[in-house]
């Protein structure tokens, strides 16, 4: 079992759309969680950090971190076809970061 | 302000020969990583250096050796190439020192896209 474990999708959304991207980790000594975003043969780029439970929001993207259940999500409002790529869960513990596989998102026009 | 460059961004080899790959930042981070990312299997961590002269073993180290050469560069090498490392790698870099709760902040270097044949 991979210790962030993410759907790879695709999940496809209308244009305008909320995307919901789930992710689910297994090691509770966790700290830190972050969602990144990798545009096809690109590199990924950090695009949220949360570090406690609830929601962070930042212009149309909204992470959202549960603890107790090990969940962490990551909303995206008014979904435009340039929000199309892989979002990448990861995981940050002592000295390494863990990632998912990723979901692809295509968002419809 | 380059980031983290990385070099070479393509290369073929033979099973058998020997490459390094570079990884310089200009951040004055003090952490830095290797990835390899593979299809269906997302961003493995092979080494990582967690402050200028330590190195430490990740998820995938078999095959692969590394060097700290400074604060800024951190390099990976290949003794003996093989057809499963034929793989996209990922140099990454972070500001904090290791063993800090958001160590997880990366900066990424653009990818080399290496084919062992």
């Known amino acids: 079992q991979k210790e962030v474990e993410q759907n790879s999708g695709p999940l496809s959304v209308p244009e305008g759309a909320i995307a919901s991207l789930n992710c689910t980790y297994s090691?509770?000594?966790?700290?830190?969680f972050f969602w990144y975003r990798q545009y096809s043969g690109k590199s990924p780029e950090l695009i949220m950090s949360?570090?406690?439970?609830g929601d962070k929001e930042d212009g149309r993207f909204t992470a959202q971190l549960n603890k107790a259940s090990q969940y962490v999500s990551l909303l995206i409002r008014d979904s435009q076809p340039s929000d199309s790529a892989t979002y990448l869960c990861?995981?940050?513990?002592?000295?390494?970061?863990?990632f998912g596989i990723g979901t692809k998102l295509q968002v419809i026009p | 302000n380059a980031g983290v460059t990385q070099t070479p961004k393509f290369q073929v080899l033979k099973t058998g020969q020997s490459m390094t790959l570079q990884c310089a930042q200009d951040?004055?981070?003090?952490?830095m990583y290797w990835y390899r990312q593979d299809p269906g299997m997302g961003l493995r961590l092979i080494y990582y250096?967690?402050?200028?002269?330590?190195?430490d073993k990740g998820e995938v180290p078999n095959g692969y050796n590394v060097s700290r050469l400074n604060k800024r560069e951190f390099s990976l090498r290949l003794e003996s190439a093989a057809p499963s490392q034929t793989s996209v790698y990922f140099c990454?870099?972070?500001?904090?020192?290791?063993?800090?709760?958001?160590?997880?902040?990366?900066?990424f270097g653009e990818g080399s896209r290496l084919t062992v044949l």
């Open positions: 949360i570090y406690s439970n």
């Open positions: 990861a995981s940050g513990g002592y000295q390494k970061v863990t």
């Open positions: 090691d509770r000594g966790s700290q830190s």
């Open positions: 951040m004055n981070h003090n952490s």
């Open positions: 990454a870099s972070s500001a904090l020192a290791g063993g800090l709760s958001n160590t997880g902040e990366l900066f």
């Open positions: 250096s967690a402050s200028e002269g330590t190195t």
